[in-house]
């Protein structure tokens, strides 16, 4: 395949000479790491400000859920476009102007809590304006990592280790929040956050392109080619419409159906602390799993992910199967490793096989169709657990999960992949 990163040919240097793995860590790399850790850590604590507030007003389960929607629609639907938008302009500048963003949104939500005059709509809108400075702004992440780190890899590693401990801490730091200042302390937090992130933007300087990297941002093509373009980008590249395709079996019987299914499971069984257990030993599985992907290098990194996936199919199956609390953590624990494992092994794919000019247009494809799977998913798990009962239906995703696992397995151009810092300089297979 054409386009591939001139960092990934750095790492290897001569063809017959083993990489040694260049370090993760620059002053730039730290600062994008920062910003991305901290907004990590405010948007964990969304839900549970949102949660937590909206009830606190009179409102039910149906308009958290309503917010929350506005954010996950928005996104979905404007993604792609951002993703256009992120490689016609200057990607730091867009990522600045969507913290800023939502910087005010979050201030203007928590003056609304503060205040007590609370309005669903309103919560709505701001949810809707976040929504789309999310799609403005995560297009260009895939991008930045390639740009600031030579070890793409180790990057996304670190990163995702840092999304896990955020999905740990968050929820956590949130109740405290609520329990000493109220919702809107939380959605302050939040702003402040972005304000954080913002600042490392700013500070961070993003070298140039290298030459095989393609032109400069500026186009001279139109919005519409430049969509059109990135569509033909991403339906050439079998591995990478074919994982998408198989992922969106993934988000519709596994991953949809667990989330909610579990909750309600253990919570209905055992109670809310061992779900919270069950909720820690996922995280830090998932700690484990970035770990993981920080010290190994397979050469065929999908097939490896792959094979890495197969754990998460213990996650559902425990808790369908109806194992005891100390089961249905180490379920939990696996499912973390194998499914942080494949994360990393998939975004470094992305991110060092695809032209750096169509990356952003080729990672909104990637968010946008997931997300877009997973709603129906979580929809159909209700009136399948009462068909089927819940704990079928989470046995039938445990099944699932490894008839995926045997799916990505089972495409050449998936499993047979090459990492793009282990192939001559000549390029590779398409």
């Known amino acids: 395949m054409t386009g591939t990163s001139s960092h990934a040919d750095r790492a290897v240097g001569d063809q017959g000479r083993k990489p040694t793995g260049p370090a993760v860590w620059s002053r730039d790399f730290g600062l994008f790491f920062a910003a991305r850790a901290v907004a990590g850590l405010g948007d964990t604590m969304l839900p ?146 972005y304000a954080v992130s913002a600042l490392c933007l700013l500070l961070l300087r993003l070298p140039p392109r290298a030459p095989d990297d393609g032109p400069a941002p500026h186009r001279v093509s139109t919005f519409g080619a430049d969509l059109v373009e990135g569509w033909r980008e991403f339906r050439s590249r079998t591995w990478l419409w074919g994982v998408i395709a198989i992922w969106g079996l993934y988000m519709i019987a596994v991953s949809g159906p667990t989330v909610p299914l579990v909750a309600t ?110 709603p129906v998913g979580q929809a159909l798990a209700g009136p399948s657990a009462a068909v089927l009962g819940a704990d079928h239906v989470l046995l039938v995703a445990g099944a699932t999960s490894l008839v995926v696992c045997a799916a990505l397995l089972s495409v050449p151009a998936i499993r047979d992949l090459v990492r793009a810092d282990a192939r001559p300089r000549t390029g590779g297979p398409a």
Do not use: K
């Open 265 to 374: 499971e253990v919570v209905q069984e055992h109670g809310p602390r061992a779900y919270g257990l069950v909720n820690s030993a996922l995280g830090a599985g998932t700690v484990i799993g970035g770990l993981l992907a920080l010290r190994l290098r397979p050469r065929r990194m999908l097939r490896a992910g792959a094979i890495a996936l197969v754990g998460f199919g213990a996650f559902p199956a425990s808790v369908g199967a109806g194992l005891g609390v100390p089961a249905m953590a180490a379920g939990a624990a696996v499912a973390g490793v194998g499914m942080a494992f494949w994360s990393v092994m998939w975004s470094t794919s992305v991110q060092t096989q695809v032209p750096a000019e169509a990356l952003n247009r080729i990672h909104a494809y990637d968010v946008a169709g997931p997300l877009a799977l997973m």
């Open 48 to 193: 549970v400000a949102l949660a937590a507030g909206l009830l606190q007003h009179g409102y039910g389960a149906g308009a958290v859920g309503l917010a929350m929607a506005a954010t996950a629609a928005a996104f979905a639907g404007f993604v792609v476009f951002g993703g256009v938008i992120a490689d016609r302009f200057d990607t730091r500048r867009l990522m600045i102007g969507a913290d800023l963003v939502r910087v005010g949104t979050q201030a203007l939500a928590a003056t609304l809590f503060f205040s007590g005059h609370v309005v669903l709509w309103q919560i709505c809108a701001i949810g809707f304006t976040n929504g789309v400075a999310g799609a403005l702004f995560q297009p260009g992440v895939a991008s930045t990592v390639r740009r600031l780190a030579d070890d793409v890899q180790g990057a996304n590693g670190v990163i995702r280790v840092a999304e896990a401990c955020a999905q740990l801490a968050g929820p956590a730091v949130a109740g405290v929040l609520v329990g000493f200042a109220s919702p809107g302390g939380v959605f302050a937090t939040h702003a402040t956050t």
